[in-house]
T-cell receptor
Framework: NAGVTQTPKFQVLKTGQSMTLQCAQD?????MSWYRQDPGMGLRLIHY???????DQGEVPNGYNVSRSTTEDFPLRLLSAAPSQTSVYFC??????????????FGPGTRLTVT | DAKTTQPNSMESNEEEPVHLPCNHS???????IHWYRQLPSQGPEYVIH???SNVNNRMASLAIAEDRKSSTLILHRATLRDAAVYYC????????????FGSGTRLLVRP
């Protein structure tokens, strides 16, 4: 199993550009999520999904779009990059167990810089 | 979302046990208590989670108070590799599936 993979590892964007961060998992997990982590800070939830075709907003969804057309993939789209979106982005996945989730597996992260 | 309160930082000596506390006085009956940790320059990793009973795994133990308003993550023998930020998270009570990280406890392990 590859686990949770994220591409690219590093990205530099100019203000106003758009791009898509890719996330894929091969564990047949129902739950997938995106977090951002600013330098020296904790993780903040951007968007999450409980299955293909179902997404919902987290704590800081503005400026980001997601879609979940397959169980495996959960791409995060930056619509118009701003310097405030400079951060490390983590994708995670897990099984759903009742009203909670089981162990979340995190990807290695994408380090994004917006100039 | 139910809140958790953790100390900002703690220190421990290598090979000694570490007890990391977490207060969650507004926990609901269906909230699970999750613990994650983040080693320097890495993504978070799962440590343990539980609902009511104490839980053990190869990495740690989770002791949950009888009233569930607090819990303690126990590392039985700290190693230098355990130096990390430890996050205590409540999840599941509101059925939203949001897993919200707080600010966590930074654990320093002295050799």
């Amino acid at each position: 199993n590859a686990g949770v993979t994220q591409t690219p590892k590093f990205q530099v964007l100019k203000t106003g550009q758009s791009m898509t961060l890719q996330c894929a998992q091969d564990m047949n997990h129902e739950y997938m999520s995106w977090y951002r982590q600013d330098p020296g800070m904790g993780l903040r939830l951007i968007h999450y999904s409980v299955g293909a075709g179902i997404t919902d907003q987290g704590e800081v969804p503005n400026g980001y779009n997601v879609s979940r057309s397959t169980t495996e993939d959960f791409p995060l789209r930056l619509l118009s990059a701003a310097p405030s979106q400079t951060s490390v982005y983590f994708c995670a996945s897990s099984h759903i167990t009742g009203t909670s989730v089981s162990e979340q597996y995190f990807g290695p992260g994408t380090r994004l810089t917006v100039t | 979302d139910a809140k958790t309160t953790q100390p900002n930082s703690m220190e421990s000596n290598e090979e000694e046990p570490v007890h990391l506390p977490c207060n969650h006085s507004t926990i609901s009956g269906t909230d699970y208590i999750h613990w994650y940790r983040q080693l320097p320059s890495q993504g978070p990793e799962y440590v343990i989670h539980g609902l009511t009973s104490n839980v053990n795994n190869r990495m740690a133990s989770l002791a949950i108070a009888e009233d569930r308003k607090s819990s303690t993550l126990i590392l039985h023998r700290a190693t230098l590799r355990d130096a990390a930020v430890y996050y205590c998270i409540l999840h599941g009570g509101d059925s939203s599936y949001k897993l919200i990280f707080g600010s966590g406890t930074r654990l320093l392990v002295r050799p």
